[in-house]
Nanobody, 123 residues
Framework: QVQLVESGGGLVQAGGSLRLSCAAS????????MGWFRQVPGKEREFVAT????????NHADSVKGRFTISRDNAKNTVYLQMNALKPEDTAVYYC????????????????WGQGTQVTVSS
Protein backbone atom coordinates (compact mmCIF):
# COMPACT_ATOMS: atom_id res chain seq x y z
CA GLN A 1 0.00 0.00 0.00
CA VAL A 2 1.26 3.47 -0.91
CA GLN A 3 -0.18 6.75 0.33
CA LEU A 4 0.57 9.91 -1.59
CA VAL A 5 0.30 13.53 -0.47
CA GLU A 6 0.83 16.40 -2.91
CA SER A 7 1.87 19.92 -1.99
CA GLY A 8 3.18 23.07 -3.63
CA GLY A 9 0.20 24.19 -5.63
CA GLY A 10 -1.04 27.76 -5.65
CA LEU A 11 -1.74 30.88 -7.67
CA VAL A 12 0.97 32.18 -10.00
CA GLN A 13 1.13 34.65 -12.88
CA ALA A 14 1.72 33.48 -16.41
CA GLY A 15 5.41 32.96 -17.02
CA GLY A 16 6.06 32.07 -13.40
CA SER A 17 7.20 28.84 -11.78
CA LEU A 18 6.01 26.36 -9.18
CA ARG A 19 7.42 23.13 -7.84
CA LEU A 20 5.01 20.42 -6.82
CA SER A 21 6.03 17.73 -4.37
CA CYS A 22 4.50 14.35 -3.70
CA ALA A 23 5.47 12.59 -0.49
CA ALA A 24 4.92 8.85 -0.40
CA SER A 25 4.59 6.48 2.50
CA UNK A 26 5.84 2.93 2.42
CA UNK A 27 9.17 1.20 2.13
CA UNK A 28 8.64 0.21 -1.48
CA UNK A 29 8.52 3.72 -2.96
CA UNK A 30 11.81 3.21 -4.76
CA UNK A 31 10.34 0.30 -6.72
CA UNK A 32 7.37 2.25 -8.10
CA UNK A 33 6.94 4.20 -11.29
CA MET A 34 5.59 7.64 -10.45
CA GLY A 35 3.45 9.92 -12.54
CA TRP A 36 1.88 13.36 -12.56
CA PHE A 37 -1.53 13.95 -14.10
CA ARG A 38 -3.86 16.93 -14.20
CA GLN A 39 -7.56 17.53 -14.53
CA VAL A 40 -9.86 20.48 -15.14
CA PRO A 41 -13.60 20.36 -14.41
CA GLY A 42 -15.56 18.65 -17.14
CA LYS A 43 -12.51 17.07 -18.76
CA GLU A 44 -10.74 13.77 -18.40
CA ARG A 45 -7.63 13.45 -16.32
CA GLU A 46 -4.60 13.82 -18.56
CA PHE A 47 -1.01 12.66 -18.46
CA VAL A 48 1.69 15.19 -17.61
CA ALA A 49 4.87 13.25 -16.82
CA THR A 50 6.21 9.95 -15.59
CA UNK A 51 9.49 8.70 -14.12
CA UNK A 52 10.74 5.17 -13.64
CA UNK A 53 11.82 3.68 -10.33
CA UNK A 54 15.44 4.78 -10.54
CA UNK A 55 14.85 8.16 -12.12
CA UNK A 56 16.86 7.20 -15.19
CA UNK A 57 13.91 7.46 -17.57
CA UNK A 58 11.36 10.22 -17.84
CA ASN A 59 8.58 11.05 -20.25
CA HIS A 60 6.67 14.31 -20.55
CA ALA A 61 3.51 15.22 -22.40
CA ASP A 62 4.11 17.29 -25.52
CA SER A 63 2.12 20.15 -24.01
CA VAL A 64 4.63 20.55 -21.16
CA LYS A 65 7.86 19.35 -22.76
CA GLY A 66 10.65 21.87 -22.27
CA ARG A 67 8.75 23.64 -19.47
CA PHE A 68 8.06 20.94 -16.86
CA THR A 69 10.51 18.46 -15.37
CA ILE A 70 9.72 15.40 -13.27
CA SER A 71 12.31 14.11 -10.81
CA ARG A 72 12.46 11.93 -7.70
CA ASP A 73 14.48 11.49 -4.54
CA ASN A 74 14.12 7.92 -3.34
CA ALA A 75 15.93 8.68 -0.09
CA LYS A 76 13.16 11.15 0.73
CA ASN A 77 10.30 9.12 -0.76
CA THR A 78 9.37 12.15 -2.82
CA VAL A 79 8.67 12.93 -6.46
CA TYR A 80 8.71 16.46 -7.83
CA LEU A 81 7.29 18.38 -10.76
CA GLN A 82 9.18 21.56 -11.57
CA MET A 83 6.91 23.79 -13.65
CA ASN A 84 8.41 26.77 -15.47
CA ALA A 85 7.00 29.23 -17.99
CA LEU A 86 3.51 28.49 -16.76
CA LYS A 87 0.55 29.30 -18.97
CA PRO A 88 -3.12 29.88 -18.10
CA GLU A 89 -3.95 26.60 -19.83
CA ASP A 90 -1.83 24.79 -17.21
CA THR A 91 -4.51 25.64 -14.64
CA ALA A 92 -5.78 22.36 -13.18
CA VAL A 93 -5.76 20.06 -10.19
CA TYR A 94 -2.50 18.14 -10.31
CA TYR A 95 -2.39 14.55 -9.09
CA CYS A 96 0.50 12.33 -8.16
CA UNK A 97 0.18 8.62 -8.88
CA UNK A 98 2.14 5.41 -8.38
CA UNK A 99 2.25 2.02 -10.01
CA UNK A 100 4.49 -1.02 -9.81
CA UNK A 101 6.19 -1.91 -13.07
CA UNK A 102 7.24 0.08 -16.09
CA UNK A 103 6.40 3.69 -16.82
CA UNK A 104 2.98 4.45 -18.23
CA UNK A 105 1.06 7.45 -19.45
CA UNK A 106 -2.34 5.87 -18.90
CA UNK A 107 -4.53 6.83 -15.95
CA UNK A 108 -6.05 3.36 -15.62
CA UNK A 109 -2.65 1.71 -15.12
CA UNK A 110 -1.92 3.58 -11.89
CA UNK A 111 -2.92 1.94 -8.63
CA UNK A 112 -2.44 4.73 -6.10
CA TRP A 113 -3.42 8.40 -6.20
CA GLY A 114 -2.98 11.48 -4.09
CA GLN A 115 -5.76 13.93 -3.26
CA GLY A 116 -4.53 16.54 -5.73
CA THR A 117 -3.23 20.08 -5.46
CA GLN A 118 -4.70 23.10 -7.28
CA VAL A 119 -2.53 25.09 -9.65
CA THR A 120 -3.98 28.34 -10.98
CA VAL A 121 -2.14 30.44 -13.56
CA SER A 122 -3.44 33.95 -14.11
CA SER A 123 -2.98 35.82 -17.37
Amino acid sequence: QVQLVESGGGLVQAGGSLRLSCAASGRTFSTYTMGWFRQVPGKEREFVATINWSGSRTNHADSVKGRFTISRDNAKNTVYLQMNALKPEDTAVYYCAARPGVSSMYVYEYNYWGQGTQVTVSS
